[in-house]
């Protein structure tokens, strides 16, 4: 069982940075794909970045330039660097894990952290 715990969020002004983090527990991550995701009041949750255990990235159009995913295995931890944030990003941001068993994908979620963007 993995359990994944995010940290980081807060209030920040319009073109303001956050750093959010992701702590995994268990025994499972180096091997696994990981991803932020987020859900704004009212839409659905949408995938903002995400990162193979190889190291490849992917983003959403959105956040492409101000936004940039890590992971440090050896720490079990998640990253996302949010720079220049406008109010469109305000969201509950959540980590998710997606691990794979050799028969099929196991999706793991932490609780999520607010963001919001306001002046």
């Known amino acids: 069982q993995v359990q994944l715990v995010e940290s980081g969020g807060g209030l920040v002004q319009p073109g303001g940075s956050l750093r959010l983090s992701c702590a995994a527990s268990g025994s499972i991550f180096s091997s696994d794909a990981v991803g932020w995701y987020r859900q704004a009041p009212g839409k659905q949750r949408d995938l903002v970045a995400r990162?193979?255990?190889?190291?490849?990235?992917t983003y959403a159009d959105s956040v492409k330039g101000r936004f940039t995913i890590s992971r440090d295995n050896a720490k079990k931890t998640l990253y996302l660097q949010m720079n220049n944030l406008t109010p469109e990003d305000t969201a509950v941001y959540t980590c998710?894990?997606?691990?794979?068993?050799?028969?099929?994908?196991?999706?793991?979620w932490g609780q999520g952290t607010p963001v919001t963007v306001s002046s």
């Open positions: 998710n894990l997606q691990h794979w068993t050799g028969l099929r994908f196991n999706h793991f």
């Open positions: 990162i193979t255990a190889g190291g490849t990235t």
